[in-house]
């Protein structure tokens, strides 16, 4: 991506101070959403990180995963895996816990949204202190799927979430702060 583009990017991205609590500088991605030609940038961005690589299926976070992770595979003409928090999937699900800053959080996916062998990119809006990523991540593996890497839109480096994912293979990030 061209150094205008990143600016771009950049730019349209929102601080929003204290929230969702204070002391929180929210970094809001609505305005890059709602724009289409920045959208389009954003998704072709994200593509440009695999274009080597056959990818079978995106796995995306809920929520705003699910819009760049089912963009994404729209892109690249493949399949689109929800990765859901517990108990909001309709069918047999495999899942993991992981520890959260205060308490523990679950993960789903469908059992057989995934199939061993298959090549599988994991697809989010944020890497923050990573616990999340590496929970959908373990998902993917525990399915003896190929896993290729993940691609985020923000990446917030100060929070050393790509620490807790580097075990998993290559970490894409379109925009750092």
């Avoid at 959260?100 to 199939?115: F, K, N, Q, R, V």
């Avoid at 993917?140 to 480096?157: C, R, W, Y």
């Avoid at 050393?160 to 750092?176: M, V």
Wanted: net charge negative; charged share 20%.
């Amino acid at each position: 991506m061209d150094s205008d583009s990143l600016s771009r990017l950049r730019q349209a991205i929102r601080d929003v101070p204290d929230f969702p609590s204070p002391g929180i500088l929210f970094k809001d991605i609505t305005p890059v959403l709602a724009d289409p030609d920045l959208l389009r940038l954003t998704i072709e961005t994200m593509a440009a990180t695999v274009t080597d690589q056959k990818i079978d299926k995106i796995v995306g976070i809920d929520a705003r995963g699910f819009i760049f992770g089912a963009m994404l595979a729209a892109h690249l003409g493949c399949g689109f895996v929800p990765a859901r928090k517990k108990g909001k999937l309709p069918w047999r699900t495999r899942g993991v816990d992981y520890a959260l800053e205060y308490g523990t959080a679950s993960l789903e996916m469908h059992e057989d949204a995934i199939l061993p062998g298959e090549n599988i990119l994991l697809a989010d809006d944020l890497l923050a202190t990573g616990g999340t990523a590496a929970a959908a991540l373990q998902l993917i593996t525990t399915a003896e799927a190929n896993l290729i890497g993940s691609v985020f839109f923000i990446e917030l480096a100060f929070l050393n979430g790509r620490e807790k994912i580097s075990s998993y293979g290559p970490a894409h990030a379109i925009i750092t702060f």
